[in-house]
């Protein structure tokens, strides 16, 4: 029982920060970014060249992956969503650009950085062992800390400094954050430079315990679009707490249902159709959107 | 006066480089191979080595002036189609190759893309070269497939055979991803390690593929004390973080597959708890690699910046097809004189020393030669590296 939790956590705090730039960038724009998953994939890969090709610190690759993914999130924004939302009301247009980035990406990705699994060395060495009841290599207790770190970051960010106040005012209602003078171009470039950096900074530690490939960008958007529709799409706390229900429902079904085949996520599903059928706002959403 | 001295030139330009460009496609006429593979996604590694290798051939035997097949000589073009591991998109590769006049496919990767091309071979003359193990695809009334690899129960018996001997190993475990070709292969080799009469501890246990983290999908699987951990049809991209998770889980046991791996994917994703990884490899390993295939690799590495070790096997399915024409010209649009051909075909294989030949094989599997024969190399992991286990031949 122990390790399943312990599994569980470990599962959902890297869920979680997944989950939560997806629902930001959804709250602030009502964009429901197709591309998250292969925004997480190129930071996992722009941590790789940085620790493995330059030979540099991980935490480098780190920031670097930070810096790249909000980079390239603020330009995506700019250049991309803010043109199709000004000229578009129909939400699939947004949808079918994200899918477009998608894509894009994936052939991106390809071409710099090869069909390859890429992975780095283990930052840290050894396996916390307790009497067989719990283990859990070293790394993944680290990498699970500063997620839970990065989680706790954001949350401060978001609650005490002005850029936060601003785009939880934004999310709230875009019109009346308009009428009180919040710069809407600005924070919702802002808030999707910090959704693709959230993206990024997971890629860029899970480098170092799942590694990267290509593919992995498609089924990751999907688990996080699971975890939001959980917890309640643009809700915080609702992405956090989804990315948490998630990674332990997995744990558990792995462990318990591993002698009756690949079920689990077949269970999740089921669950997750359920859920939705009964409270389709999720967790901690509102009904009114 | 100068517009027409504009005119003048433009059009003297644009005749001598008709000229020139009808002069290079008089050279040589093209013979066009297609390869359907999965090129996108998570199992890209397969497929994107088979592409690069067959284009990397393909440009050198190009360089070399062509390949001259009856009195032509011809220059040879890779078509190739991204099935991304979906039937449906197979299908349709396939008949692409069919509307541009291929008569001669490498692919698809996986089992149920091989399967599902079948019809669309069978009634448009196409040959194709699946890396895909049902013995159907290879058995009559089956004719138009030809097995690109050693398949799964014709390595796994020769491994846990091995193990058995050497290793003193009595338990086996099996884990697969949830997918036909590795659950399929799972259920070959746990039938074959029961008949050699080993005692299999685990064979229920699944993945999804897009898995990442395995620690809680192994869990069960490490407390069964498997003497050999077999990866069962395990793709490179999860490889190393299945060793790297029952490692760390404290498996001290041995751990196999029957796929082939790439030494560097091991490296950066397992480091050393990949050593003593079992895999079943290439068919050019540095023992047995000739002049021609150390040239292969170097020439592959210059045009894609990096090697792939999946490529030691997947190098050969395009000299099979350019060997076999010039042995019979009139196979070039007739696939039923390639498929008489095969019955006899023998020719020396250029990335091997020694005398090692091409010939079709499979007789004892499929009951007619079916499958290209590449020596079955069996390859042990260590610091970064692929060392020769055993190499043994298959028919």
Same mark, same amino acid.
């Given at each position: 029982m122990e390790q399943i939790l312990a599994n569980g956590l470990y599962l959902g705090a890297q869920y979680a920060l997944i989950a939560l730039g997806l629902t930001l960038i959804f709250s602030l724009?009502?964009?429901?970014?197709?591309a998250h998953g292969q925004m997480y994939v190129f930071g996992g890969f722009v941590t790789y060249t940085v620790?493995?090709?330059?030979?540099?610190?991980f935490i480098v690759g780190l920031i670097a992956s930070a810096v790249v993914l909000a980079v390239m999130g603020a330009l995506i924004e700019k250049f991309l969503f803010r043109p199709v939302i000004r000229r578009s009301k129909r939400d699939e247009s947004t949808m079918l650009l994200a899918a477009g980035i998608a894509f894009f990406l994936d052939a991106v990705i390809l071409l710099l950085f090869g069909e390859k699994q890429r992975g780095v060395p283990k930052i840290v060495n050894g396996v916390f062992n307790w009497d067989m009841r719990l283990i859990m290599p070293y790394d993944r207790i680290l990498i699970a800390a500063l997620a839970v770190g990065l989680i706790v970051g954001f949350i401060l960010f978001m609650q005490y400094s002005r850029t936060g106040r601003a785009m939880r005012a934004l999310a709230q209602d875009r019109m009346a954050a308009q009428l009180m003078g919040v710069d809407v171009d600005r924070y919702s470039m802002i808030g999707f430079a910090m959704g693709a950096m959230l993206a990024g900074l997971v890629g860029g530690l899970l480098v170092t315990i799942t590694g990267i490939n290509l593919g992995m960008g498609g089924p990751t958007s999907i688990k996080a679009f699971l975890m939001i529709m959980i917890g309640g799409a643009g809700v915080i706390s609702g992405a956090i707490a989804g990315g948490f229900i998630l990674g332990m429902m997995e744990s558990v079904g792995l462990t318990l249902l591993a002698a009756y085949g690949d079920v689990t996520y077949l269970m999740i599903f089921i669950t997750l159709m359920i859920f939705l059928a009964i409270r389709p706002q999720g967790l901690m959403g509102k009904p009114w959107g | 006066m100068k517009r027409r001295n504009f005119l003048a030139t433009t059009g003297l330009t644009l005749a001598l480089a008709l000229t020139a460009t009808s002069a290079a496609w008089a050279q040589n006429a093209t013979l066009k191979i297609g390869f359907v593979g999965?090129?996108?996604?998570?199992?890209?590694a397969w497929g994107i080595s088979n592409q690069r290798s067959m284009e990397a051939r393909a440009a050198w035997l190009n360089e070399l002036g062509g390949v001259q097949i009856g009195d032509t000589t011809y220059d040879i073009e890779i078509v190739p189609f991204d099935d991304q591991k979906d039937p449906k998109r197979a299908i349709a590769g396939l008949e692409k190759m069919a509307q541009d006049g291929i008569h001669y496919v490498v692919g698809p990767n996986v089992d149920d893309g091989a399967a599902a091309v079948r019809p669309v071979a069978e009634q448009n003359g196409i040959m194709y070269f699946p890396y895909?193990?049902?013995k159907e695809l290879y058995t009559?009334?089956?004719?138009?497939a030809i097995l690109g690899m050693v398949a799964n129960y014709q390595s796994g018996p020769a491994i846990y055979k091995y193990l058995m001997e050497n290793?003193?190993?009595k338990t086996v475990a099996f884990i697969a991803g949830n997918e036909s070709d590795p659950l399929s292969q799972r259920d070959s080799g746990a039938a074959a390690a029961r008949d050699l009469g080993?005692?299999?501890?685990?064979?229920?246990v699944t993945y999804q593929m #897009?898995?990442?983290?395995f620690t809680p999908v192994l869990l069960p699987v490490i407390q069964t004390a498997p003497d050999l951990l077999v990866l069962s049809g395990v793709s490179p991209a999860n490889a190393p973080q299945l060793i790297r998770s029952a490692r760390e889980l404290g498996y001290t046991g041995l751990i196999s597959t029957e796929t082939a791996q790439d030494a560097a994917v091991l490296a950066e994703g397992a480091g050393e708890l990949a050593n003593g990884f079992i895999s079943v490899g290439g068919a050019s390993t540095p023992e047995l690699a000739s002049d021609a295939m150390k040239e292969f690799v170097t020439r592959y590495t210059a045009m894609f910046g990096e090697y792939n070790?999946?490529?030691?096997?997947?190098?050969y399915a395009l000299e099979y097809i350019i060997e076999t024409l010039k042995a019979n010209p009139a196979a070039i649009d007739n696939v039923d004189e390639f498929k008489t051909t095969m019955d006899t075909f023998e020719a020396p294989?250029?990335?091997?020393?020694? #005398?090692?030949k091409l010939t079709y094989v499979g007789t004892s599997s499929?009951?007619?030669?079916?499958q290209v024969s590449v020596p079955l190399v069996v390859n042990e992991f260590q610091d970064g590296k692929f060392e020769t286990l055993f190499v043994a031949q298959v028919d």
């Open positions: 724009m009502n964009v429901l970014n197709f620790v493995a090709q330059f030979g540099l610190p | 999965v090129t996108s996604g998570p199992a890209a895909a193990f049902p009559a009334p089956a004719s138009n290793k003193g190993v080993l005692d299999v501890v685990s064979d229920t #897009d898995t990442t983290d070790d999946e490529s030691n096997t997947k190098v294989n250029p990335f091997m020393v020694g #005398d090692a499929f009951g007619q030669k079916r």
